[in-house]
């Protein structure tokens, strides 16, 4: 069973930069398509970016274009979102979410009942 496990999560003031990292232990993520979403306080969750297997192509919601950036590690044991220029309205739970199989070529923000596996999620706080 593929387990997710988020990091890098904290407490940055606006305009700074935060790298979130999803990883599994004992399981190769090149072969998973790997969402990002995140949920702040009262609202519903929503897609963030999305990378396919192996990196073929990425996506990203309008709100974070330009300012997050989503990469596969060399090893392909990793998935980093790498986040600048925060601000207060980037604040929620961040998670990742992993699908396989013939699913692993298709990067989707918005079918998030696509991704079988979920992390536990890492707080991100945007705040002066």
């Known amino acids: 069973q593929l387990q997710l496990v988020e990091s890098g999560g904290g407490l940055v003031q606006p305009g700074g930069s935060l790298r979130l990292s999803c990883a599994a232990s004992?399981?190769?993520?090149?072969?998973?398509?790997i969402g990002w979403f995140r949920q702040a306080p009262g609202k519903e969750r929503e897609g963030v970016s999305c990378?396919?297997?192996?990196?073929?192509?990425?996506d990203y919601a309008e709100p974070v274009k330009g300012r997050f950036t989503i990469s596969r590690d060399n090893n392909g044991d990793t998935v980093l979102l790498q986040m600048n220029s925060l601000i207060p309205e980037d604040t929620a739970v961040y998670y990742c979410?992993?699908?396989?199989?013939?699913?692993?070529?298709?990067?989707?923000?918005?079918?998030?009942?696509?991704?079988?596996?979920w992390g536990q999620g890492t707080q991100v706080t945007v705040s002066s």
């Open positions: 004992r399981f190769n993520l090149d072969d998973y398509a």
């Open positions: 990378i396919t297997a192996h990196g073929w192509s990425q």
């Open positions: 979410a992993a699908v396989g199989g013939p699913a692993q070529g298709i990067c989707t923000l918005l079918d998030q009942g696509r991704y079988h596996y």
